[in-house]
C-alpha cells in the first residue's frame, strides 16, 4: 500500500510570490490534514477534510492560505503571497475508517526569502 | 494556549539506557494519546499509542504510563539504541473531535 505522497519536497520563494502544495493521501482514506511545522516545534494543524468538505479551517490563515481537496482525493494547499514567517515544513496526513492513526507524508520543506 | 507540553526539550542517553519523556496536558476530555517519532527529512511516524481508558501500554522497547487524574503520560525507552536518536512528539485529541494537538516535541540523542 503506499503512502502518502506530497509534491514538491522543497520549495524556495522570495516574498510576495506564490506556491502551492500537493497531497496525495493513503487511497481509501476519507480524512486529510494540513499541519504546519516550523522548525523545532511540533505539527500544528492548519485545516482537514472528511471526504471534499471542510471540517476545520479555523487555524489557517485565510487572507492568503486557501486548500482545497474537489474529489474528496489529492487536495492541493496554496499560499498566495508568501511571508518570511511562513518559513516551515507543510505535512499532509490522511486517516480512513474511522480509525485514529493518522498517516503522514514526508512533507515539503518551504523557505522564504 | 499550549494544550500539550513536552518535557525535556532535549535528552541524550548512552546506548542501553531507558529514556524517559514527559507529556502534559490541558483539556480534560482528551482521550486518546499517540506518540510520533520524526526523523530529519521525514513526516512524524506513529510510534505507540494509549486511550485514557488505560493507565499503561507497551509495544516492545516502548511503554507509556498515563495519569488520568495529573493528566501527564510519559514515554519509556529501555535499552535505548542509537537508531532510537529522533524527535518524538506526543500528541492528544478527543475522539468525538478529529483535530489532533501536538506537543513541541522531545529531540533523543542515543549515545553508542
Known amino acids: 500500500e503506499a503512502g502518502v505522497t506530497q509534491s514538491p519536497r522543497y520549495a524556495v520563494l522570495q516574498e510576495g510570490q506564490a506556491v502551492s502544495f500537493w497531497c496525495d493521501p493513503i487511497s481509501g482514506h476519507d480524512t486529510l490534514y494540513w499541519y504546519q511545522q516550523p522548525r523545532d516545534q511540533g505539527p500544528q494543524l492548519l485545516v482537514y477534510f472528511r471526504d471534499e468538505a471542510v471540517i476545520d479551517n479555523s487555524q489557517l490563515p485565510s487572507d492568503r492560505f486557501s486548500a482545497v481537496r474537489p474529489k474528496g482525493t489529492n487536495s492541493t494547499l496554496k499560499i498566495q503571497s508568501a511571508k518570511q514567517g511562513d518559513t516551515a515544513t507543510y505535512l499532509c496526513a490522511s486517516s480512513g475508517g474511522g480509525q485514529d492513526t493518522q498517516y503522514f507524508g514526508p512533507g515539503t520543506r518551504l523557505l522564504v526569502l | 494556549q499550549q494544550q500539550v507540553r513536552q518535557s525535556p526539550q532535549s535528552l541524550t542517553v548512552w546506548e542501553g539506557e531507558t529514556a524517559i519523556l514527559n507529556c502534559s496536558y490541558e483539556?480534560?476530555?482528551?482521550?486518546?494519546f499517540p506518540w510520533y517519532q520524526q526523523f530529519p527529512g521525514e513526516g512524524p511516524a506513529l510510534l505507540i499509542s494509549i486511550r485514557s481508558v488505560s493507565d499503561k501500554k507497551e509495544d516492545g522497547r516502548f511503554t507509556i504510563f498515563f495519569n488520568k487524574r495529573e493528566k501527564k503520560l510519559s514515554l519509556h525507552i529501555t535499552d535505548s539504541q542509537p537508531g532510537d536518536s529522533a524527535t518524538y512528539f506526543c500528541a492528544a485529541r478527543n475522539t468525538g473531535y478529529q483535530n489532533f494537538y501536538f506537543g513541541k516535541g522531545t529531540s533523543l540523542t542515543v549515545i553508542p
Open positions: 483539556d480534560s476530555t482528551f482521550n486518546y
